[in-house]
């Protein structure tokens, strides 16, 4: 299921990105701490399944052959998928939820803020609305790290905890490969690599502002890119593509 | 006296539909609402960006709200059924990123049409507005969650009145 065309290669990773986070978000449908929270987890699931329609419909228009937005979503296994790892981790608590969302809050905005000015005038245009969003969203997630750590003990305890577990998956939101390199060469890519220093200013910010120490870096996992998952992506995708995987072709 | 300021997008798109060959169409589709927001057409939210007729062809631009709507669907559809009782056979609508969709291109009467609803309006917080009840007035309120019952909406509570209410999110 791999196509040939860059820019529709690149769509495709950055629609993973959204459909699988987005999955994990829905997860908590039903499931939220109280009312309002769970409103708002699956608010934010929609948008990010909203933005993964539009980077795999282009995607789809791009690879020149019938292929459709849900045959990207429903037809590829593991290996195909090229997310980054901290998105497909199982969702945790609540404050695994949150600090997650945080850190990837804060990349997006300048990613997407970056993609606006791609060449590519569709990336551009996706990237535009989905720049509003996610600063929407930083609003709330950040709001969240400062109540969940400077809370109870047990918040402050899981929050800790969360923001532990996660950190080793943030570099790999900063790594260019081959494809992004030429990608980025040609001003339709975002070059990560120079966001990494204001998303370290601003995080490191927001946790010493939410009593929580910076955690070791002495380990740091990646490889969503190319292909190679956590075990967790297989579990999360045997949910997913379900449906169409069983009644092919199944429609709504 | 404070001159509200017209987002450029915003004259655009009642200059194509002032200059449009087509009224009659423009018109037609006055009779989608939002599904969600009976009350205010998909012109007055602004999700309807134009309508030509190519050929035989009768083409509908519009502007997604939220990326993950699930409105947007069923606008699409309404469209098409509106168009179909109207006598045009050959439709198409076509989803348009930018400008990315803004509430402020939501004008005074519909924000009235809004707030009549029970919806407190968009406020934009730069212009100094301030979200007040939509039930008694009151500008003591506050944010229950920024998130609501659909994508465009928050959730508030008014002090004063005790009563919670939608307010339609700036965004
Ligand atoms: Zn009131």
């Not at chain 1, 629609?15 to 986070?21: G, S, V, Y």
């Not at chain 2, 098409?80 to 990123?97: D, F, K, M, N, S």
Request: aromatic fraction near 8%; charged fraction near 25%.
């Amino acid at each position: 299921m791999s196509t040939d065309n860059p820019v529709s290669q690149y769509a495709v990773r950055l629609a993973d990105d959204a459909l699988i986070l987005g999955h994990r978000l829905s997860e908590w449908c039903s499931r939220g701490p109280f009312l309002e929270e769970d409103l708002a987890l699956s608010n934010v699931a929609l948008d990010y399944i909203g933005r993964a329609r539009m980077f795999y419909g282009y995607a789809a228009e791009l690879s020149g052959d019938d292929r459709s937005e849900d045959d990207f979503a429903f037809l590829r296994d593991c290996r195909d998928f090229g997310n980054l790892l901290i998105h497909e981790l199982p969702r945790g608590d609540f404050a695994f939820t949150m600090a997650r969302q945080y850190l990837v809050d804060v990349h997006s905005v300048a990613f997407m803020t970056d993609l606006q000015s791609s060449t590519d005038a569709t990336l551009a245009a996706i990237a535009g609305k989905a720049v509003k969003e996610s600063n929407y969203h930083l609003r709330r997630s950040r709001d969240w790290m400062l109540r969940l750590g400077g809370g109870t003990e047990e918040s402050h305890r899981r929050l800790q905890h969360a923001v532990d577990e996660l950190w080793g998956f943030t570099p790999e939101m900063f790594e260019m490969d081959e494809l992004e390199k030429s990608l980025a060469g040609q001003g339709v890519a975002v070059d990560v690599s120079r966001l990494q220093p204001a998303w370290d200013t601003e995080v490191r910010a927001t946790l010493a502002a939410a009593n929580m120490s910076i955690p070791e870096e002495d380990w740091q996992v990646s490889g969503g890119r190319q292909g190679k998952h956590t075990e967790w992506l297989g579990h999360l995708l045997s949910d997913l593509q379900f449906m169409q995987r069983a009644y092919p072709g199944l429609e709504w | 006296m404070r001159i509200p300021l017209q987002p450029v997008e915003q004259l655009e798109r009642e200059q194509r539909r002032r200059n449009s060959e087509v009224p009659e169409l423009w018109t037609t589709l006055d009779r989608v609402m939002d599904p969600e927001l009976p009350v205010i057409s998909i012109w007055e939210l602004g999700v309807l960006q134009n309508v030509e007729l190519r050929g035989q062809t009768v083409v509908v631009t519009i502007t997604p709200t939220y990326s993950g709507c699930p409105a947007m669907h069923t606008i699409a559809e309404d469209i098409q059924a509106a168009l179909e009782q109207a006598g045009y056979p050959h439709r198409e609508v076509i989803t348009q990123l930018a400008p990315a969709w803004t509430s402020n291109w939501i004008g005074p009467a519909a924000q009235e049409k809004l707030r009549q609803y029970g919806i407190a309006p968009p406020q934009n917080a730069d212009s100094g507005g301030v979200i007040s009840c939509p039930h008694c007035g009151s500008e003591q309120v506050q944010a229950i969650s920024e998130f609501g019952s659909t994508a465009c909406k928050a959730l508030y509570k008014c002090r004063d009145c005790a009563e919670p209410f939608d307010y339609f999110k700036s965004f």
